[in-house]
Protein backbone atom coordinates (compact mmCIF):
# COMPACT_ATOMS: atom_id res chain seq x y z
CA UNK A 1 0.00 0.00 0.00
CA UNK A 2 1.34 3.27 -0.87
CA UNK A 3 2.34 5.93 2.02
CA UNK A 4 0.24 8.91 2.07
CA UNK A 5 1.64 11.93 1.83
CA UNK A 6 2.84 13.75 4.90
CA UNK A 7 1.19 17.28 5.92
CA UNK A 8 3.80 20.14 6.05
CA UNK A 9 3.43 20.31 9.66
CA UNK A 10 4.13 16.40 10.12
CA UNK A 11 7.55 17.47 7.72
CA UNK A 12 8.11 20.91 9.75
CA UNK A 13 8.36 18.42 13.04
CA UNK A 14 10.38 15.79 11.56
CA UNK A 15 12.72 18.14 10.12
CA UNK A 16 12.94 20.27 13.67
CA UNK A 17 13.82 16.94 15.45
CA UNK A 18 16.77 16.09 13.09
CA UNK A 19 19.95 17.96 14.66
CA UNK A 20 22.11 16.70 11.69
CA UNK A 21 20.07 18.40 9.19
CA UNK A 22 20.48 21.60 11.90
CA UNK A 23 24.13 20.87 11.79
CA UNK A 24 24.14 20.51 7.12
CA UNK A 25 21.29 23.78 7.01
CA UNK A 26 23.68 26.00 9.75
CA UNK A 27 26.59 25.09 7.66
CA UNK A 28 25.55 25.70 3.96
CA UNK A 29 23.11 28.56 4.83
CA UNK A 30 25.97 30.29 7.23
CA UNK A 31 28.35 31.02 4.95
CA UNK A 32 25.98 31.88 1.81
CA UNK A 33 25.04 34.53 4.03
CA UNK A 34 28.60 35.40 5.21
CA UNK A 35 30.26 35.34 1.94
CA UNK A 36 27.12 37.79 0.12
CA UNK A 37 27.42 40.02 2.92
CA UNK A 38 31.36 40.28 2.20
CA UNK A 39 30.28 40.87 -1.51
CA UNK A 40 27.68 43.20 -0.84
CA UNK A 41 30.67 45.20 0.68
CA UNK A 42 32.70 45.36 -1.80
CA UNK A 43 30.08 46.05 -4.78
CA UNK A 44 28.69 49.38 -3.47
CA UNK A 45 26.57 50.22 -6.91
CA UNK A 46 24.72 46.77 -6.09
CA UNK A 47 21.30 49.01 -5.28
CA UNK A 48 21.66 50.78 -8.75
CA UNK A 49 22.33 47.15 -10.37
CA UNK A 50 19.52 45.91 -8.87
CA UNK A 51 17.18 48.40 -10.08
CA UNK A 52 18.82 47.99 -13.22
CA UNK A 53 17.98 43.79 -13.43
CA UNK A 54 14.48 44.46 -12.11
CA UNK A 55 14.01 47.06 -14.90
CA UNK A 56 15.42 44.53 -18.02
CA UNK A 57 13.17 41.05 -16.24
CA UNK A 58 9.99 43.84 -16.40
CA UNK A 59 10.81 45.17 -19.62
CA UNK A 60 10.99 41.35 -21.03
CA UNK A 61 7.96 40.30 -19.20
CA UNK A 62 5.75 42.85 -20.71
CA UNK A 63 6.77 42.13 -24.02
CA UNK A 64 7.10 38.25 -23.70
CA UNK A 65 5.15 37.52 -26.95
CA UNK A 66 8.33 40.00 -28.84
CA UNK A 67 11.36 38.37 -26.84
CA UNK A 68 9.96 34.78 -27.36
CA UNK A 69 9.26 34.97 -31.12
CA UNK A 70 12.87 37.07 -31.48
CA UNK A 71 14.48 34.09 -29.74
CA UNK A 72 12.84 31.60 -31.55
CA UNK A 73 13.50 32.80 -34.88
CA UNK A 74 17.61 33.68 -34.24
CA UNK A 75 17.53 30.18 -32.42
CA UNK A 76 16.52 28.16 -35.53
CA UNK A 77 18.71 30.38 -37.39
CA UNK A 78 21.34 29.57 -35.84
CA UNK A 79 20.75 25.62 -36.63
CA UNK A 80 18.55 24.73 -32.94
CA UNK A 81 15.23 22.88 -33.14
CA UNK A 82 12.67 24.87 -30.86
CA UNK A 83 9.47 23.30 -29.21
CA UNK A 84 7.03 24.15 -27.13
CA UNK A 85 5.48 22.92 -23.97
CA UNK A 86 2.56 24.17 -22.50
CA UNK A 87 2.79 22.05 -19.22
CA UNK A 88 5.21 19.71 -17.25
CA UNK A 89 3.92 16.38 -18.64
CA UNK A 90 4.56 17.98 -22.12
CA UNK A 91 8.34 19.33 -21.84
CA UNK A 92 9.28 15.85 -20.65
CA UNK A 93 7.25 14.03 -22.56
CA UNK A 94 8.82 15.63 -25.74
CA UNK A 95 12.41 15.32 -24.05
CA UNK A 96 12.54 11.59 -23.48
CA UNK A 97 10.68 11.52 -26.78
CA UNK A 98 14.25 13.37 -28.49
CA UNK A 99 16.17 11.02 -26.44
CA UNK A 100 14.75 8.07 -28.03
CA UNK A 101 14.69 9.49 -32.18
CA UNK A 102 18.92 9.68 -30.32
CA UNK A 103 18.84 5.65 -29.65
CA UNK A 104 20.25 7.17 -26.05
CA UNK A 105 21.02 4.56 -23.52
CA UNK A 106 22.69 7.08 -21.26
CA UNK A 107 21.91 10.41 -20.51
CA UNK A 108 24.08 13.31 -18.35
CA UNK A 109 22.34 16.56 -16.64
CA UNK A 110 23.57 19.75 -15.66
CA UNK A 111 21.54 22.47 -14.31
CA UNK A 112 18.65 21.03 -13.70
CA UNK A 113 16.35 22.37 -11.64
CA UNK A 114 13.78 22.70 -14.47
CA UNK A 115 14.34 19.41 -14.92
CA UNK A 116 12.75 18.27 -11.53
CA UNK A 117 9.80 21.06 -12.11
CA UNK A 118 8.46 18.95 -15.42
CA UNK A 119 9.24 15.58 -13.57
CA UNK A 120 11.95 14.71 -15.91
CA UNK A 121 14.43 12.42 -13.75
CA UNK A 122 11.00 10.49 -13.11
CA UNK A 123 10.34 10.16 -16.92
CA UNK A 124 13.81 9.37 -17.89
CA UNK A 125 13.66 6.32 -14.90
CA UNK A 126 10.02 5.58 -16.69
CA UNK A 127 11.88 5.17 -20.27
CA UNK A 128 14.77 2.77 -19.24
CA UNK A 129 17.57 5.72 -19.90
CA UNK A 130 20.08 6.04 -17.05
CA UNK A 131 20.42 9.24 -16.34
CA UNK A 132 23.85 10.42 -14.87
CA UNK A 133 23.51 13.83 -12.66
CA UNK A 134 26.98 15.85 -13.08
CA UNK A 135 26.24 18.48 -10.62
CA UNK A 136 28.41 17.30 -7.69
CA UNK A 137 25.80 18.33 -5.69
CA UNK A 138 23.30 16.28 -7.91
CA UNK A 139 25.39 13.58 -8.09
CA UNK A 140 25.28 13.66 -4.15
CA UNK A 141 21.23 13.83 -4.42
CA UNK A 142 21.02 11.12 -6.75
CA UNK A 143 23.24 8.71 -4.86
CA UNK A 144 20.73 9.34 -1.79
CA UNK A 145 17.95 8.64 -3.95
CA UNK A 146 16.87 12.19 -2.70
CA UNK A 147 15.01 15.07 -3.89
CA UNK A 148 17.52 18.65 -4.32
CA UNK A 149 16.64 21.01 -1.15
CA UNK A 150 18.08 23.78 -2.29
CA UNK A 151 18.30 25.84 -5.76
CA UNK A 152 22.20 25.88 -5.83
CA UNK A 153 23.29 23.77 -3.25
CA UNK A 154 20.63 21.07 -3.81
CA UNK A 155 22.88 18.57 -1.34
CA UNK A 156 22.57 21.11 1.37
CA UNK A 157 20.69 18.36 3.47
CA UNK A 158 23.72 16.12 3.65
CA UNK A 159 26.45 16.78 6.39
CA UNK A 160 30.40 16.09 4.42
CA UNK A 161 30.51 13.30 6.93
CA UNK A 162 27.62 11.70 4.94
CA UNK A 163 28.62 12.31 2.16
CA UNK A 164 31.78 10.55 2.65
CA UNK A 165 30.18 7.48 3.89
CA UNK A 166 27.96 7.90 0.38
CA UNK A 167 30.67 8.18 -1.56
CA UNK A 168 32.48 5.15 -0.04
CA UNK A 169 29.67 2.82 -0.48
CA UNK A 170 28.89 3.58 -4.25
CA UNK A 171 32.25 4.79 -5.98
CA UNK A 172 34.13 1.99 -7.65
CA UNK A 173 37.22 3.93 -6.71
CA UNK A 174 35.98 6.44 -3.76
CA UNK A 175 38.75 8.60 -1.22
CA UNK A 176 40.54 7.19 0.64
CA UNK A 177 41.62 10.60 2.65
CA UNK A 178 38.44 12.46 4.28
CA UNK A 179 39.45 15.78 3.18
CA UNK A 180 36.82 17.55 1.01
CA UNK A 181 39.87 17.55 -2.28
CA UNK A 182 39.91 13.53 -1.86
CA UNK A 183 36.18 13.21 -1.98
CA UNK A 184 35.97 16.04 -5.31
CA UNK A 185 38.55 13.48 -6.87
CA UNK A 186 37.02 10.55 -5.88
CA UNK A 187 33.21 11.78 -7.59
CA UNK A 188 35.85 13.05 -10.52
CA UNK A 189 36.65 9.41 -11.49
CA UNK A 190 33.63 8.50 -11.26
CA UNK A 191 31.92 10.76 -13.85
CA UNK A 192 34.62 10.85 -16.09
CA UNK A 193 33.85 7.94 -18.56
CA UNK A 194 30.00 8.81 -18.32
CA UNK A 195 30.52 12.41 -19.60
CA UNK A 196 32.09 10.82 -22.38
CA UNK A 197 29.99 8.16 -23.02
CA UNK A 198 26.90 9.79 -23.13
CA UNK A 199 24.09 9.82 -25.76
CA UNK A 200 22.67 12.70 -25.20
CA UNK A 201 23.35 15.91 -22.98
CA UNK A 202 20.10 17.77 -21.15
CA UNK A 203 20.83 21.12 -19.87
CA UNK A 204 18.67 24.21 -18.40
CA UNK A 205 19.39 27.52 -19.01
CA UNK A 206 20.35 30.75 -17.00
CA UNK A 207 19.48 32.87 -19.62
CA UNK A 208 17.76 32.80 -22.92
CA UNK A 209 19.39 35.24 -25.59
CA UNK A 210 16.88 36.71 -27.51
CA UNK A 211 18.79 38.67 -29.78
CA UNK A 212 21.24 35.83 -30.72
CA UNK A 213 19.11 32.69 -29.96
CA UNK A 214 21.57 31.45 -27.56
CA UNK A 215 21.57 29.72 -23.67
CA UNK A 216 23.65 30.97 -21.36
CA UNK A 217 24.66 28.67 -18.85
CA UNK A 218 27.17 29.50 -15.64
CA UNK A 219 28.54 26.52 -13.26
CA UNK A 220 31.68 26.60 -11.05
CA UNK A 221 33.02 23.11 -11.64
CA UNK A 222 33.06 23.23 -15.57
CA UNK A 223 30.18 19.90 -15.66
CA UNK A 224 27.93 22.17 -18.24
CA UNK A 225 30.89 22.12 -20.86
CA UNK A 226 31.72 18.29 -20.31
CA UNK A 227 28.10 17.46 -20.46
CA UNK A 228 27.22 19.64 -23.23
CA UNK A 229 30.26 18.96 -25.37
CA UNK A 230 30.80 15.11 -26.20
CA UNK A 231 27.50 13.84 -26.96
CA UNK A 232 25.77 14.09 -30.44
CA UNK A 233 22.59 15.47 -28.93
CA UNK A 234 21.93 18.52 -26.66
CA UNK A 235 18.45 19.14 -25.28
CA UNK A 236 18.34 22.53 -23.38
CA UNK A 237 15.58 23.05 -21.32
CA UNK A 238 14.19 26.45 -20.24
CA UNK A 239 11.13 27.84 -18.69
CA UNK A 240 9.94 31.04 -20.75
CA UNK A 241 10.74 34.13 -18.02
CA UNK A 242 14.67 33.17 -18.70
CA UNK A 243 14.20 35.62 -21.65
CA UNK A 244 17.22 38.80 -22.09
CA UNK A 245 17.02 40.89 -25.20
CA UNK A 246 20.74 40.83 -25.77
CA UNK A 247 24.20 39.24 -24.20
CA UNK A 248 25.03 42.58 -22.74
CA UNK A 249 21.53 42.31 -20.54
CA UNK A 250 23.08 38.75 -19.59
CA UNK A 251 25.77 40.24 -18.46
CA UNK A 252 24.18 42.66 -15.89
CA UNK A 253 22.07 40.01 -14.36
CA UNK A 254 24.57 37.31 -13.63
CA UNK A 255 26.77 40.53 -12.11
CA UNK A 256 23.24 39.67 -9.58
CA UNK A 257 22.99 36.39 -9.99
CA UNK A 258 26.82 35.17 -9.10
CA UNK A 259 27.22 37.64 -5.78
CA UNK A 260 24.00 36.81 -5.24
CA UNK A 261 23.96 33.27 -5.19
CA UNK A 262 27.40 32.50 -4.12
CA UNK A 263 29.13 35.99 -2.90
CA UNK A 264 31.60 35.20 -5.43
CA UNK A 265 32.30 38.26 -8.17
CA UNK A 266 32.04 35.69 -11.36
CA UNK A 267 31.29 32.07 -11.87
CA UNK A 268 34.65 30.03 -13.21
CA UNK A 269 32.12 29.15 -16.42
CA UNK A 270 29.98 30.81 -18.39
CA UNK A 271 28.70 29.33 -21.49
CA UNK A 272 26.48 30.57 -24.72
CA UNK A 273 25.55 27.95 -26.27
CA UNK A 274 24.59 28.77 -29.67
CA UNK A 275 23.38 26.17 -32.23
CA UNK A 276 25.07 22.84 -33.14
CA UNK A 277 28.13 21.85 -34.59
CA UNK A 278 29.46 24.46 -37.32
CA UNK A 279 31.18 23.11 -40.20
CA UNK A 280 34.80 23.42 -39.28
CA UNK A 281 34.32 23.51 -35.83
CA UNK A 282 36.07 20.67 -33.60
CA UNK A 283 33.42 20.02 -30.86
CA UNK A 284 29.91 20.32 -30.71
CA UNK A 285 26.80 18.54 -31.07
CA UNK A 286 25.23 17.41 -34.16
CA UNK A 287 21.53 18.40 -33.23
CA UNK A 288 20.75 20.99 -30.66
CA UNK A 289 17.36 21.41 -29.06
CA UNK A 290 15.39 23.99 -26.77
CA UNK A 291 12.68 22.82 -25.14
CA UNK A 292 10.75 26.39 -23.94
CA UNK A 293 8.65 25.76 -21.16
CA UNK A 294 5.35 27.27 -19.98
CA UNK A 295 4.34 25.37 -17.34
CA UNK A 296 1.66 28.22 -15.43
CA UNK A 297 4.35 31.42 -16.03
CA UNK A 298 1.71 32.49 -18.62
CA UNK A 299 -1.13 31.89 -15.99
CA UNK A 300 1.70 33.83 -13.05
CA UNK A 301 1.18 36.71 -15.77
CA UNK A 302 -2.86 36.98 -15.62
CA UNK A 303 -2.95 36.05 -12.01
CA UNK A 304 -1.28 38.70 -9.72
CA UNK A 305 2.22 37.28 -9.79
CA UNK A 306 4.28 38.55 -12.91
CA UNK A 307 6.89 39.89 -10.63
CA UNK A 308 7.61 36.12 -9.10
CA UNK A 309 8.43 36.12 -13.09
CA UNK A 310 11.75 38.10 -12.29
CA UNK A 311 13.24 35.68 -10.48
CA UNK A 312 16.98 34.60 -11.54
CA UNK A 313 17.33 31.51 -9.28
CA UNK A 314 19.39 32.70 -7.06
CA UNK A 315 19.01 31.19 -3.89
CA UNK A 316 19.61 34.61 -1.72
CA UNK A 317 16.24 34.39 0.23
CA UNK A 318 16.16 30.94 1.15
CA UNK A 319 19.66 31.42 2.77
CA UNK A 320 17.87 34.40 4.97
CA UNK A 321 14.69 32.94 5.59
CA UNK A 322 14.14 32.49 9.22
CA UNK A 323 11.95 29.35 8.24
CA UNK A 324 14.01 27.86 5.96
CA UNK A 325 17.05 28.03 8.50
CA UNK A 326 14.95 25.91 10.38
CA UNK A 327 13.47 22.99 8.36
CA UNK A 328 15.46 23.07 5.05
CA UNK A 329 14.06 22.59 1.99
CA UNK A 330 12.19 19.51 1.31
CA UNK A 331 9.92 20.57 4.25
CA UNK A 332 8.29 23.10 1.36
CA UNK A 333 7.44 19.81 -0.59
CA UNK A 334 7.48 21.00 -3.80
CA UNK A 335 10.70 21.60 -6.24
CA UNK A 336 11.70 24.59 -5.32
CA UNK A 337 12.07 25.51 -1.18
CA UNK A 338 11.75 28.77 0.78
CA UNK A 339 9.98 32.06 -0.32
CA UNK A 340 10.00 31.89 -3.63
CA UNK A 341 9.02 28.25 -3.35
CA UNK A 342 5.59 29.01 -1.05
CA UNK A 343 4.82 31.34 -3.98
CA UNK A 344 5.92 29.16 -7.08
CA UNK A 345 4.46 25.85 -5.85
CA UNK A 346 0.90 26.86 -5.46
CA UNK A 347 0.83 27.58 -8.98
CA UNK A 348 2.80 24.28 -9.72
CA UNK A 349 0.75 21.90 -7.52
CA UNK A 350 -2.21 23.68 -6.84
CA UNK A 351 -2.91 26.06 -3.73
CA UNK A 352 -5.43 23.08 -2.32
CA UNK A 353 -2.15 21.12 -1.82
CA UNK A 354 0.41 23.80 -1.17
CA UNK A 355 -1.90 26.16 1.30
CA UNK A 356 0.61 25.64 4.51
CA UNK A 357 3.27 27.31 2.59
CA UNK A 358 2.21 30.65 2.02
CA UNK A 359 1.50 30.55 5.72
CA UNK A 360 4.82 29.31 6.79
CA UNK A 361 6.36 32.65 6.80
CA UNK A 362 6.72 35.47 9.70
CA UNK A 363 6.39 38.24 6.73
CA UNK A 364 10.21 39.89 8.20
CA UNK A 365 10.51 41.48 4.84
CA UNK A 366 14.40 39.77 4.79
CA UNK A 367 13.70 37.54 1.14
CA UNK A 368 12.35 41.06 -0.41
CA UNK A 369 15.38 42.94 1.32
CA UNK A 370 18.13 40.58 -0.70
CA UNK A 371 16.59 39.40 -3.42
CA UNK A 372 18.84 41.03 -6.54
CA UNK A 373 15.79 41.61 -8.49
CA UNK A 374 13.57 43.13 -5.64
CA UNK A 375 10.65 40.52 -6.26
CA UNK A 376 8.02 41.86 -3.29
CA UNK A 377 7.98 37.82 -1.73
CA UNK A 378 6.01 38.63 1.38
CA UNK A 379 3.20 40.33 -0.74
CA UNK A 380 2.86 37.86 -3.47
CA UNK A 381 2.74 35.60 -0.05
CA UNK A 382 -0.08 37.79 1.71
CA UNK A 383 -1.96 37.08 -1.63
CA UNK A 384 -2.29 33.54 -1.80
CA UNK A 385 -3.47 33.93 1.87
CA UNK A 386 -5.90 35.62 0.59
CA UNK A 387 -6.84 33.66 -2.32
CA UNK A 388 -7.10 30.72 -0.13
CA UNK A 389 -9.28 32.77 2.51
CA UNK A 390 -11.36 33.48 -0.46
CA UNK A 391 -11.47 30.18 -1.97
CA UNK A 392 -12.55 28.70 1.22
CA UNK A 393 -9.66 26.34 1.65
CA UNK A 394 -8.79 27.29 5.15
CA UNK A 395 -9.92 24.57 8.12
CA UNK A 396 -13.43 25.17 9.53
CA UNK A 397 -11.58 26.15 12.96
CA UNK A 398 -9.76 28.98 11.85
CA UNK A 399 -12.93 30.41 9.72
CA UNK A 400 -15.13 30.18 13.07
CA UNK A 401 -12.09 31.43 15.00
CA UNK A 402 -11.48 34.56 13.16
CA UNK A 403 -15.15 34.97 12.83
CA UNK A 404 -15.63 35.29 16.55
CA UNK A 405 -12.59 37.78 16.31
CA UNK A 406 -14.19 39.87 13.90
CA UNK A 407 -17.80 39.73 15.94
CA UNK A 408 -15.76 40.61 18.86
CA UNK A 409 -13.08 43.29 18.27
CA UNK A 410 -15.58 44.94 16.23
CA UNK A 411 -17.80 45.23 19.56
CA UNK A 412 -15.35 47.97 21.90
CA UNK A 413 -16.95 46.95 24.65
CA UNK A 414 -17.00 43.00 24.29
CA UNK A 415 -13.71 43.45 22.85
CA UNK A 416 -12.39 45.18 26.81
CA UNK A 417 -14.48 42.48 28.59
CA UNK A 418 -12.85 39.56 26.54
CA UNK A 419 -9.46 40.76 26.65
CA UNK A 420 -9.75 41.15 30.36
CA UNK A 421 -10.86 37.42 30.86
CA UNK A 422 -8.05 36.66 28.75
CA UNK A 423 -5.20 38.23 30.37
CA UNK A 424 -6.75 36.73 33.42
CA UNK A 425 -6.70 33.36 31.99
CA UNK A 426 -3.26 33.85 30.85
CA UNK A 427 -1.71 35.05 33.77
CA UNK A 428 -2.91 31.52 35.63
CA UNK A 429 -0.89 29.28 33.28
CA UNK A 430 2.63 31.76 33.34
CA UNK A 431 5.52 30.96 34.59
CA UNK A 432 8.85 32.64 34.37
CA UNK A 433 7.40 35.06 32.11
CA UNK A 434 5.76 32.99 29.46
CA UNK A 435 2.80 31.55 29.09
CA UNK A 436 2.94 27.43 29.35
CA UNK A 437 0.73 24.61 28.62
CA UNK A 438 -2.28 26.89 28.25
CA UNK A 439 -4.88 24.79 26.21
CA UNK A 440 -5.48 26.15 22.66
CA UNK A 441 -2.09 27.71 22.62
CA UNK A 442 -0.35 24.40 22.14
CA UNK A 443 0.05 25.08 18.48
CA UNK A 444 2.15 28.37 19.22
CA UNK A 445 4.26 27.48 22.43
CA UNK A 446 5.14 23.85 21.24
CA UNK A 447 8.20 25.80 19.40
CA UNK A 448 7.95 29.10 20.49
CA UNK A 449 7.45 31.34 23.36
CA UNK A 450 4.07 33.06 24.16
CA UNK A 451 5.45 36.29 26.44
CA UNK A 452 3.06 36.46 29.79
CA UNK A 453 0.78 39.28 29.70
CA UNK A 454 2.04 42.66 30.78
CA UNK A 455 0.83 44.30 33.82
CA UNK A 456 -1.35 46.69 32.74
CA UNK A 457 -2.29 47.22 29.11
CA UNK A 458 -1.99 48.95 26.48
CA UNK A 459 -5.58 50.59 27.15
CA UNK A 460 -5.38 51.42 30.71
CA UNK A 461 -1.81 52.83 29.82
CA UNK A 462 -3.03 54.86 27.34
CA UNK A 463 -6.23 56.29 29.08
CA UNK A 464 -3.69 56.93 32.17
CA UNK A 465 -1.50 59.12 29.86
CA UNK A 466 -4.61 60.91 28.96
CA UNK A 467 -5.54 62.04 32.20
CA UNK A 468 -1.89 63.44 32.50
CA UNK A 469 -0.63 60.47 34.98
S1 LIG B 1 13.08 35.18 -5.42
FE1 LIG B 1 14.80 36.60 -5.61
S2 LIG B 1 16.22 35.94 -3.98
FE2 LIG B 1 14.77 34.24 -4.30
S3 LIG B 1 15.76 32.89 -5.78
FE3 LIG B 1 14.46 34.32 -6.96
S4 LIG B 1 15.82 36.00 -7.52
FE4 LIG B 1 16.84 34.88 -5.87
Known sequence: MQEAPMSFKARAERALADPTLKLAIDRTTGTAERKRAVAMTQFPQFEAARECGKRIKDHVIAHLDHYLLEFERNAIASGAKVHWARTAEEASQIVVSLCRQAGAKRVTRVKSMLGEEIGLPHALDEAGIERVETDLAEHIVQLGGDRPSHIVWPSMHRTREQVSEMFKRSHRAPHREETIEAMVDSARRELRDKFLSADVAISGANFLVADTGATCTVTNEGNAELTTTPPR?????????????????????????????????????????????????????????????????????????????????????????????????????????????????????????????????????????????????????????????????????????????????????LYRLATAVAIRVMRLFSRGGTVRGMPGLGAWTAHREFPAPAERSFMAMYKDLEKGQ
Open 233 to 413: VHIVTAGIEKLVPTTAHAFAMLRLLVRSATGADVTQYTTFHCGPKQPGDRDGPEEFHIVLVDNGRTRMLREGLKEMLRCIRCGACMNHCVVFRQLGGHVYGGTYPGPMGAVLTPVFDGLKSSRDLPHACTLNGKCQEVCPVDIPLPTLLRGWRDRSWREGLEPASMRVGMGLFTFVASRPR
